[in-house]
């Protein structure tokens, strides 16, 4: 027997309740590979999967956890062996099919990355999906001609999951970093992390009648989305990209199409649920090589698995920063 935050619902009110409970292997779901969790992390869907579900969970009891870091401890598929190192981000793992919030968890081989050289199960888990997909959103920025020199890159959301990572990556590569937040308190945070400008985001948050602004930014990470993401389009420099990660500030986006056709400005889709293999690879292979680990160390909350339900509760309030990592052992 071993430990998982389990969610449960009662069938008559609707409510959901998260509590840490024992159970067993065989209560695992079927797959090719048991991996002995060592850590885990808290994102936005996390809150929703161990609160209400948000509609992302389909059955209950469910244990939630979209990511987890350990150690490989049986394995159907000839790709891993016990003893191997992996870290799992998306997949629907944590919602549709059980995940990282247990001591052990039974997913797909397919699901799997090999932890890559210079990280450790912490550390992957203090990057998660949250600073995954701030790689990813890097990675396209650079794919798309962003280079260093050429101004300032804009991150949205700067003191959250991604948008803290982002920024210690985009800074430890060379860039200038504007850094936007709501919350004065965490600008010592920021410029801490690599950022050489705050942004209040009370500039940005208000749409405008004018099409386009000053060309300010060279690229930007954008985890708001809504109103701010279509003022920053006006403000993107001629033939920059928007690599958009997140909708903190709303799905909707009150956008005009001039900045793509008179500026040539690119918006760009990151998705890290679906991401191919290939390319998980590599993102991981720059996490180890691009995010400084003093910088990785500063954002880190510990955590347990008996603190996950108010944690849950707190990151759909905007009020975790940086990256929780959770000791599902401790």
Not at 99 to 123: C, E, F, I, N, T
Not at 148 to 157: A, D, I, M
Not at 291 to 316: C, F, N, R, V, Y
Request: glycine share 14%; net charge negative; aromatic share 6%.
């Amino acid at each position: 027997m071993f430990n998982a935050l389990v969610v449960d619902k009662d069938e008559e009110s609707g409510k959901t309740a998260a509590a840490v409970k024992q159970i067993g292997l065989d209560d695992l779901p079927n797959a090719e590979v048991t991996v002995a969790v060592e850590y885990s992390t808290v994102n936005y869907k996390d809150g929703l999967c161990i609160g209400p579900g948000g509609g992302l969970v389909r059955n209950y009891p469910h244990i939630p956890g979209i990511d987890f870091a350990g150690t490989v401890e049986a394995s159907g598929d000839d790709r891993y062996k016990p003893g191997d190192k992996v870290v799992l981000t998306g997949w629907h793992v944590g919602e549709a099919h059980w995940g990282g919030y247990s001591q052990k968890a039974r997913v797909k081989a397919d699901w799997l990355v090999p932890l890559p050289d210079g990280l450790d199960a912490r550390q992957a888990m203090a990057v998660g999906t949250a600073g995954f997909t701030a790689m990813l959103a890097v990675m396209a920025l650079e794919d798309h001609g962003l280079t260093t020199g050429n101004g300032p890159v804009l991150v949205t959301g700067a003191a959250g999951g991604v948008g803290s990572v982002a920024t210690a990556i985009l800074a430890n590569l060379g860039y200038e970093v504007a850094g936007v937040t709501g919350r004065p308190d965490t600008a010592e945070y920021l410029t801490a992390l690599g950022a050489t400008q705050i942004v209040a985001r009370e500039e940005l948050n208000e749409t405008t009648k004018r099409p386009l602004e000053a060309e300010s930014w060279s690229g930007c990470v954008d985890a708001v989305g809504g109103a701010m993401l279509a003022r920053v389009l006006g403000q993107m420099k001629y033939g920059a990209s928007v690599s958009a990660v997140g909708l903190a500030g709303g799905a909707g986006l009150p956008a005009t199409v001039i900045p793509f056709l008179l500026r040539g400005v690119n918006l760009l889709g990151i998705d890290s649920v679906m991401q191919p293999y290939d390319n998980r690879v590599r993102a991981w292979q720059r996490i180890a090589k691009d995010l400084p680990m003093d910088k990785l160390e500063a954002m880190i909350k510990p955590a347990t698995l008996s603190d996950l339900p108010q944690l849950g509760a707190d990151i759909l309030q905007g009020q975790v920063q940086g990256r929780v990592v959770v000791d599902v052992n401790a």
